[in-house]
């Protein structure tokens, strides 16, 4: 790997795209986040928590946390139906997976916390930045938490370990492996990983990821700190 390698867009090797989140926009939400992540735009509501009442769906022990990542019709080039499809309903599921360990879901037995992840315009990395929509969301919700989730895609692209893929380097680049952390204690909360990577490979990228989702956490954090001041 060259670490001058210049990537088709411009970018080094370890630079994120342009980067900028916002918490508490929606009113009739509990909790609510936007981010803009080059190209893409993502929106992240919470409801909850709120009683569950069906004994079927609830647990005595803890809240029941409910994810839908959706695209809306216009948000890739060619309309994208509406409605869920297979990958929609995998991310859905690894969202919720992703940000489970960071929610003390214990302080609300018997109730559920849903969020929704409104995908408004994508360009690779979403199922990345809906895991850090939701955990601001949450937060901005005041559902207490260990640490923000913060999540990053690292991957090969012409042969170079590289952060942050665009949806091109996805569909051209060699791997991606997107991962989510929680940075206070270094546990990998999810990995998926889509290609090839040799094992030294596997390495370096996963310590760009940890770096990448550092930077991203400390951006969360200030982004509520603007919102709420110094608590
Ligand atoms: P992620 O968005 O997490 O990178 P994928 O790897 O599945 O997830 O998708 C990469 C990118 O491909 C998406 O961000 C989006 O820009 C594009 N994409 C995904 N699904 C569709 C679709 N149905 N139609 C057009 N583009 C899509």
């Keep these: ?65 409910r994810c839908k990542y959706n695209m809306a019709p216009f948000s890739v080039k060619e309309r994208k139906r509406p409605g869920q499809d297979r990958r929609a309903i ?38 990345c930045l809906g895991i850090i929509g939701a955990s601001l969301a949450l937060a901005d919700a005041e559902i207490p938490m260990k640490d923000l989730i913060s999540a990053i895609a690292v991957g090969k692209v012409d042969e170079n370990i590289v952060i942050d893929l665009s949806e091109k380097e996805d569909q051209e680049g060699e ?11 270094d546990e990998i909360t999810f990995l998926q990983m889509d290609g090839h990577l040799t094992a030294q490979e596997f390495d370096e990228a996963l310590k760009l990821a940890f770096e990448g989702c550092r930077f991203i956490n400390k951006l969360q954090k200030e982004t509520l700190l603007s919102k709420y001041g110094g608590m």
């Design 90 to 127: 995998e991310i859905s599921k690894l969202i919720s997976e992703a940000i489970l360990p960071g929610i003390f879901l214990e302080k609300y037995p018997r109730s559920s916390i849903d969020i929704s992840v409104e995908v408004l315009e994508a360009e690779g990395g979403t199922r």
């Design 175 to 185: 791997a991606d492996m997107p991962v989510a952390i929680m940075p206070r204690t």
């Design 1 to 65: 790997m060259t670490k001058e390698y210049i990537r088709s867009d411009g970018r080094t090797y370890n630079t994120l795209r342009n980067i900028k989140m916002k918490v508490g926009i929606l009113n009739n939400a509990d909790g609510s986040a936007y981010i803009e992540c080059g190209n893409n735009k993502i929106l992240v509501g919470v409801y909850g928590p709120k009683e569950l009442y069906s004994k079927k769906h609830s647990k005595p022990d803890g809240a029941v946390l």
